[in-house]
């Protein structure tokens, strides 16, 4: 792989496969108390380190693998996977007499009933370690960020992590750890490990009950593996943030959790694209929060991508909800329908919310029983009113919105236009504000082919964005000149 773009990232570490066997619980088994699960759905994935390249890959980047697999049926089906998705593979080892790793879960209605696993755990040895140092030779400076995938399998042993570590420090990669066990040695030098509070616990032999041990322990693996951050993870209460500067507590925004499989990887992802982009760990943790957050919404191995976090909503919305995920738009609108609701649909930016925006949802929500608003997220804002705009982001604008009571439901969307939007919801009444020609108005097709009615509402005369933005400026010009 050349280097010829951002987000070149390269993970080693421990690979697995996800089995899952998907079904239902109507009885209890006669031969023991156990439940009975009727399996409908079998699926296999990427597991272990191979969910921190599925994420990665979610993210966009471009991504090389390391690991060890066995020369069997499951080690095929990890590289095989790797491959199909562009990953280059060059850096694993097949051993004949390994076990690949396999983790087989039983999930009946959202609920994990048992799991089973298949694994070899052994350190590999020197000679396996020059192999794998020798397949990454000369190729390390092809990558912006090493993620080192520790789940204490094997792979990632003393000698290797510190030879990779140092080879690093000399090219000035950063590498960024997700550790395992209580002794993280191994990783001395490393740019930052992302332990969760009973590992960070356990490595720093303090026990963390409170924000005042939770800084001692991170200030102690900060010092004494002399790392550039720590970042552990809080599970329902966030992220703490260590630096030279201390501690930093980052909140978490879930709101819903059905399942925490594979969000450290989502984590360690969402931290290495930061890296890899040149973004700061405090906003990088952000995005790996709300990465995160989507991730341990769904069941099962999940993903986020760009798009998605884009469009994730939170930040101290007065009333969040109002705010939905688009992924949970077509049940909330289907909800409606079995009850009869008549749907209004409308869009915008509504960067500076004023008298002429309340008036024209006032207007438009008496077209229906349920107003829905779709909001233009800020790259989408910055397409359509150029790169000054929007004054305020999309949770601060959606925040706002949430605020009036005429409007039911905000859904973020990053495209130039609502189309997509429109789509996927099927308006009964679709209402545009403005001097539009209703045939002009992007979705009008839809929406008359499925029966529905489009409208345009008038602004109010004088009442803009962007007059409030030139009222403003004059303003500031004028006390410029007065101080003259």
């Given at each position: 792989?050349?280097?010829?773009?951002?987000?070149?990232?390269?993970?080693?570490?421990?690979?697995?496969?996800?089995?899952?066997?998907?079904?239902?619980?109507?009885?209890?088994?006669?031969?023991?108390?156990?439940?009975?699960?009727?399996?409908?759905?079998?699926?296999?994935?990427?597991?272990?380190?191979?969910?921190?390249?599925?994420?990665?890959?979610?993210?966009?980047?471009?991504?090389?693998?390391?690991?060890?697999?066995?020369?069997?049926?499951?080690?095929?089906?990890?590289?095989?996977?790797?491959?199909?998705?562009?990953?280059?593979?060059?850096?694993?080892?097949?051993?004949?007499?390994?076990?690949?790793?396999?983790?087989?879960?039983?999930?009946?209605?959202?609920?994990?009933?048992?799991?089973?696993?298949?694994?070899?755990?052994?350190?590999?040895?020197?000679?396996?370690?020059?192999?794998?140092?020798?397949?990454?030779?000369?190729?390390?400076?092809?990558?912006?960020?090493?993620?080192?995938?520790?789940?204490?399998?094997?792979?990632?042993?003393?000698?290797?992590?510190?030879?990779?570590?140092?080879?690093?420090?000399?090219?000035?990669?950063?590498?960024?750890?997700?550790?395992?066990?209580?002794?993280?040695?191994?990783?001395?030098?490393?740019?930052?490990?992302?332990?969760?509070?009973?590992?960070?616990?356990?490595?720093?032999?303090?026990?963390?009950?409170?924000?005042?041990s939770l800084k001692s322990a991170g200030i102690k693996l900060l010092t004494d593996l002399n790392l550039d951050y720590v970042v552990i993870t809080l599970s329902k209460d966030g992220m703490a943030l260590f630096n030279k500067n201390g501690m930093e507590k980052i909140?978490?925004?879930?709101?819903?959790?059905?399942?925490?499989?594979?969000?450290?990887?989502?984590?360690?992802?969402?931290?290495?694209?930061?890296?890899?982009?040149?973004?700061?760990?405090?906003?990088?943790?952000?995005?790996?929060?709300?990465?995160?957050?989507?991730?341990?919404?769904?069941?099962?191995?999940?993903?986020?991508?760009?798009?998605?976090?884009?469009?994730?909503?939170?930040?101290?919305?007065?009333?969040?909800?109002?705010?939905?995920?688009?992924?949970?738009?077509?049940?909330?609108?289907?909800?409606?329908?079995?009850?009869?609701?008549?749907?209004?649909?409308?869009?915008?930016?509504?960067?500076?919310?004023?008298?002429?925006?309340?008036?024209?949802?006032?207007?438009?929500?008496?077209?229906?029983?349920?107003?829905?608003?779709?909001?233009?997220?800020?790259?989408?804002?910055?397409?359509?009113?150029?790169?000054?705009?929007?004054?305020?982001?999309?949770?601060?604008?959606?925040?706002?919105?949430?605020?009036?009571?005429?409007?039911?439901?905000?859904?973020?969307?990053?495209?130039?236009?609502?189309?997509?939007?429109?789509?996927?919801?099927?308006?009964?009444?679709?209402?545009?504000?403005?001097?539009?020609?209703?045939?002009?108005?992007?979705?009008?097709?839809?929406?008359?082919?499925?029966?529905?009615?489009?409208?345009?509402?008038?602004?109010?005369?004088?009442?803009?964005?962007?007059?409030?933005?030139?009222?403003?400026?004059?303003?500031?010009?004028?006390?410029?000149?007065?101080?003259?």
């Open positions: 792989m050349e280097k010829n773009c951002k987000n070149c990232i390269l993970v080693l570490g421990d690979f697995m496969v996800d089995h899952y066997l998907w079904g239902t619980v109507n009885r209890i088994s006669p031969e023991a108390p156990v439940p009975v699960v009727h399996v409908k759905t079998e699926t296999f994935n990427l597991g272990g380190a191979g969910n921190v390249v599925n994420n990665l890959l979610a993210f966009g980047c471009a991504v090389s693998a390391g690991g060890m697999v066995g020369k069997d049926k499951d080690g095929d089906f990890i590289l095989d996977e790797l491959r199909k998705n562009n990953v280059n593979t060059d850096a694993f080892l097949k051993k004949g007499d390994y076990q690949t790793i396999k983790k087989c879960r039983i999930i009946a209605e959202h609920n994990h009933v048992v799991r089973f696993d298949r694994e070899t755990i052994s350190d590999i040895s020197e000679l396996e370690e020059e192999l794998l140092l020798g397949k990454l030779n000369g190729k390390l400076d092809q990558f912006d960020c090493i993620i080192l995938s520790d789940y204490g399998k094997g792979l990632l042993t003393n000698r290797l992590c510190q030879k990779i570590i140092n080879k690093c420090l000399e090219m000035k990669i950063p590498v960024i750890v997700d550790p395992k066990g209580s002794d993280y040695s191994k990783y001395f030098g490393a740019t930052l490990v992302t332990p969760n509070k009973k590992e960070a616990s356990r490595a720093a032999k303090i026990d963390i009950i409170d924000d005042e909140p978490a925004i879930a709101r819903d959790v059905y399942d925490v499989t594979g969000a450290g990887d989502t984590v360690i992802a969402g931290l290495a694209y930061s890296f890899s982009n040149n973004i700061s760990l405090r906003h990088g943790c952000e995005f790996a929060n709300k990465a995160a957050a989507i991730v341990v919404g769904q069941v099962g191995p999940a993903t986020a991508t760009i798009k998605e976090i884009e469009e994730f909503n939170y930040i101290n919305n007065v009333y969040p909800e109002k705010i939905i995920e688009r992924r949970k738009l077509g049940k909330i609108v289907e909800q409606y329908r079995e009850n009869s609701k008549k749907i209004v649909f409308t869009n915008g930016c509504f960067d500076i919310i004023h008298a002429g925006h309340v008036f024209y949802l006032k207007e438009a929500r008496k077209f229906g029983d349920v107003l829905i608003i779709g909001l233009n997220s800020d790259s989408s804002v910055k397409i359509l009113k150029g790169e000054s705009r929007p004054i305020f982001d999309q949770n601060e604008r959606a925040s706002v919105l949430s605020a009036l009571q005429m409007i039911d439901h905000i859904v973020i969307f990053s495209e130039e236009t609502p189309q997509n939007l429109i789509d996927e919801i099927i308006p009964d009444v679709l209402v545009k504000g403005g001097d539009y020609v209703k045939e002009e108005i992007v979705g009008y097709t839809t929406v008359i082919e499925n029966g529905g009615q489009v409208e345009v509402v008038k602004f109010v005369e004088g009442q803009s964005t962007t007059s409030v933005i030139e009222l403003i400026n004059s303003l500031n010009i004028r006390k410029t000149v007065d101080k003259n």
